[in-house]
């Protein structure tokens, strides 16, 4: 072969010889698009990349497989062919070094064009993150190349936005720079880069989180007094350079709530204020998080100097076993599982999840908090690197480095082909067959159920070892203290051993214990039992004690041991079962409203010992097939009802508890919750049409039909909604009366029939309430009949609707009831819901309904989130008013507001407001689901659980409550100014 062509070949060999041999979901499609990219490469002048994809080989199959599997890479190929011609030339490593070198001075290029500067790094980061992915996909690369590609590549995109930033300060004479061509240089704007961004651990599409201080002192400040104002408003500008969408798309999303206190503290704190505040009041997640931290841009040295002045703050010189307990309890992610069975896969958090990503970071930046400040050497901010160092200092087993190592790489591929697929910020794995074949068949696996197999293996390998680090831990509740419950006389040190587990009254809590040793409980008859529970009594207040709510959980506790029958089993299975203990702690402490289900029917904390609860998912086929379990056989009325009653209850405490272990997020329980719903009140309407017929005969003729209405209708029912119905019925034309012993006349006899259903359902009796029924949304509302006719429902719904009436109808979905007259009403519904309208109209009629609400109903404070102005409602109207003018490109008969909300057509909403719409739907279900599962009453900001605000801290990923305030507010804000926007600026 002669020279040039040996050279040629080396440069682009990888592309020719990708190392991976991945496989299409679909060959044909594969073809078709490979063909389409082929037509585009010779329209726009790349005959060689033409002629590669032409070619039957190694290349052309790698890149159809890559683009069926990934649209997001097939798209940008498509939009820019000339990323792939250019590898002819350069080879990837080359051409991201050329690139880099093209974003580091694309602020020089720009001059004082700010849309020029954007335009310029999201086309190259484009590129980059490209081939970033072409290559690790052709297995050019290991993972860790990868992560420090993406980490490289955000370093240098934000360096060269904080230099134009900076030289335009300049211009303005808001700053005076030490050396124009040197921007940074002794600017004194430092900014941080955390977490994976500051370990050089980006995943594919991660956003980037910054801290940004100042120093007001630094040589190129002009005035100290305006350096706050001038570095925020920077800093501001800097995070709409890297995150606005535009054509060109997004560089980076930025996250700057990882600052000191970021409710109330401006973007860009000066260093001295920081300093003070991590000293005085920095608390431990902080601690951990400022391990990672690093001087990404700006003024590199202030910025090295800034966390040379945190180092005793961030290590700590003694055995710091108590700050891990402090990052226990704030981020609910040092989990132990045990004996919860088999790890879903569908639907599995790869990051958050139990095995997962963030369990080595924890394994690794616990063990850091402990040992680092007198071992320098575990100061790292990489994990794998300090897998080793601590292995090397044998703070854990060389077995563990090699396991742990091993699997998260493994999972960080996976993370990564989960991101590749739409470059979409998600961490979890499809739920849908197709979607788990497509994850496996980008990580080279033959099929997903061999994926599967690996990916099982190594969430249990993490959790294994993760659990075993936790374990040979020193306690903390060694040396727990006395705790002497005989007699009638309290003990003055038990008293103070309960008052330092977090009792505030300790007297009392010992009359408790007392009473459970005296027997006075069935549960405690048996000396045998109160031997158990004695056992078990230190275990039990250092799990109480924990919940920060001692005295309440204990006294749940206490209520729901006066109601059980029996107790050695229970006492010896949470004395070997710490994970379920902690979880029945969490119950009484955090979550009044699941700690009343289990006080009221002991016998729903059964289902907790179900080994494969939290694996198994609580889908409509398993609800389903308990569900008929439960009922079988030849029962009574009355005994269905209470059947019904007794399985809701059940299964909306199981489902709960779920959400509450974090085996399911807000989203599937919404859709659990409604599943339940469904097949319940189905159950019931099968129950009361046959009991009704029985006296009442049937109608010639006739059908019933359910319309699931509101957040049932949009499946996003929460463990304390009502349910909106709408019963709709059907009969032969000529019929006039049912043909039973007592016959009604058609309209008579559905409208006592759906009062009976109404009975049925909501009358509370010995076994509580199924649902409480609102059938107020029907034609007419309260003044209609109970039951609507179709024809009516017909004519009402295409005539005489109001706007809001169609807007509630978009979120319709027949839930029970006849098959024949569901798939009508479903039609009628989708016609409806089509009709066209004036859109302009619409939107003025929804902004002056909004606005009415407003005034009718004032949200008590920014934590009423279905209220409050950009909350839920505000979002609900959006997706609603989408729908129903056309505004709208999902399938037909999508009624998910989350769904919804990311179909929106980009006519209606631009890519990056869909995006904040989807983002701030997803963050206010995760905390109302949260909310509505452990509180009965409203959330009153001033009187939290403490255990609830952990709960709402892990299910929304933020740090501390703060944080969570601010973000509420900025998101709530965000959502008004888009709805503003729609529907205030759109009105004519």
Known sequence: MAPGKAAYRARTSWLLHP????????????????????????????????????????ARRFLSAVFDLSPFLRDLAR?????????????????????????????????????????????????????????????????????????DLADSCACSAVNFLLADADRQGKLKLVDPARPSLESGWILLGM??????????????????????????????????????RLTRRLVRILQDRTENGYVFRTDLRLRPDPGSTPLAIPVEAALNYYEGRGQNWERAAMIKARPVAGDVEAGAAFLKELQPYIW?????????????????????????????????????????????????????????????????????????????????????????????????????????????????????????????????????????????????QVERHYAALFETAPELSAGIGNLVFTGD??????????????????????????AWHFGRYRVTRSAEARERLTELT?????????????????????????????????????????????????????????????????????????????????????????????????RPYEDVLDRLRIFASEQKFLIGVRLLAGSIDARRAGRAFSDLADLTIGAALDAVTAEFAMRHGRVPGG????????????????????????????????????????????????????????????????????????????????????????????????????????????????????????????????????????????????FDMRKLIEGEKPPRDIWDIKLVPGGLIDLEFIAQVAVITGQFDGPPGMTGTAEILTHLSPQYADAQMRQELSDAYSFYLAITQMTRLCLTGAFDRNDVPPGLSDLLLAATDLPDFSVMEAHLKDVSTSVRKNFDQLFRSKRK
């Not at 594969?30 to 082929?38: F, K, N, Q």
């Not at 490469?41 to 039957?56: M, Q, S, T, Y």
């Not at 910054?210 to 040589?219: C, N, R, S, T, W």
């Not at 710490?578 to 009044?592: D, E, N, R, V, Y």
């Open 19 to 58: 190392s991976a041999q991945l496989k299409p979901l679909d060959e044909e499609r594969a073809g078709r698009e490979i063909a389409e990219l082929t037509a585009i490469a010779n329209d726009e002048g790349f005959p060689r990349l033409a002629g590669l994809l032409k070619a039957d080989g190694i």
């Open 79 to 151: 939009r820019c062919p000339r990323m792939l011609d250019a590898l002819f030339d350069q080879p990837v490593e080359e051409r991201l070094r050329a690139i880099a070198i093209e974003i580091e001075t694309a602020w020089r290029a720009a001059g004082s064009s700010e849309a020029g500067l954007m335009a310029d790094l999201r086309q190259l980061k484009m590129e980059a993150h490209f081939l970033i992915a072409l290559s690790d996909l052709a297995e050019e690369t290991d993972t860790n190349l990868t992560v420090h590609r993406l980490s």
């Open 195 to 232: 977490g994976k961004l500051g370990a050089h651990e980006l995943n594919f599409s991660s956003d980037i989180d910054l801290v940004v201080f100042f120093d007001p002192e630094a040589p190129a400040v002009v005035d100290q007094m305006e350096a706050t104002d001038t570095f925020s």
């Open 316 to 460: 700590r010189k003694y055995m710091d076993y108590a700050a891990i307990a402090d990052v226990h309890s704030i981020k609910r992610q040092i989990h132990a599982h045990k004996g919860h069975g088999e790890i879903a896969v569908k639907g599995h958090n790869v990051k958050l999840g139990r095995g997962g990503i963030r369990e080595i970071e924890f394994f690794v930046q616990t063990q850091q908090l402990i040992a680092g400040g007198r071992f320098p050497e575990l100061r790292g901010r990489e994990t794998v690197p300090m897998l080793a160092k601590l292995a090397d200092r044998g703070w854990i087993t060389a077995d563990a480095r090699g396991a742990l190592t091993q699997q998260y790489w493994f999972l960080r591929r996976v993370e990564h082909a989960i991101q590749m697929v739409a470059d979409e910020q998600t961490h979890t794995l499809p739920e849908d067959d197709e979607g788990l074949e497509r994850i496996a068949h980008m990580l080279g696996y033959v099929d997903a159920e061999t994926f599967s197999t690996a990916f099982r293996s190594a969430l249990q």
């Open 489 to 514: 006389v309290d003990d003055p040190d038990t008293l103070q051993t309960l008052h330092r587990l977090g009792f505030q009254r300790p007297s009392d809590i010992c009359r408790v214990i007392r």
């Open 538 to 634: 230190p275990a039990l207040l250092e799990a109480f004690g924990k919940t920060r709510r001692a005295d309440e959980a204990l006294m749940r506790f206490d209520e729901f041991l006066a109601g059980l029958p029996a107790g050695i089993q229970l006492f010896s299975l949470l004395q070997s079962n710490p994970a379920l203990l902690k979880l029945l702690a969490t119950i009484m402490g955090a979550a009044p409203r699941l700690a009343a289900v289990i006080t009221r029917r002991p016998h729903v904390f059964d289902g907790l010992l179900d080994p494969a609860l939290l694996s198994e998912l609580p889908d409509r086929k398993y609800l389903a097939a308990r569900l008929a379990a439960f009922i079988e056989g030849d």
């Open 703 to 846: 059908r019933v039909a359910l319309l699931g209405m509101g957040k049932l209708g949009s499946q996003e029912l929460t463990a304390g909604s009502d349910v909106d119905l709408i019963l709709l019925y059907d009969h032969e034309q000529d019929a006039e009366e049912s043909d039973g012993e007592k016959s009604l006349a058609p309209a008579h006899y559905y409208s006592r029939m759906t009062q009976r259903l109404i009975a049925a359902v909501s009358a509370p009796t010995a076994e509580g309430v199924l649902y409480e029924l609102d059938l107020r949304l029907r034609p007419s509302g309260n003044k209609g009949p109970v039951a609507t006719h179709i024809e009516a429902f017909r004519k009402y719904q295409r005539q005489d609707a109001w706007t809001w009436e169609q807007m509630a109808l978009s979120r319709a979905r027949p839930i029970s009831g006849d098959p024949g007259l569901c798939d009508e009403v479903g039609s009628e519904v989708a016609a409806i819901v089509a009709l066209p309208r004036d859109a302009a109209k619409v939107r003025r009629e929804a």
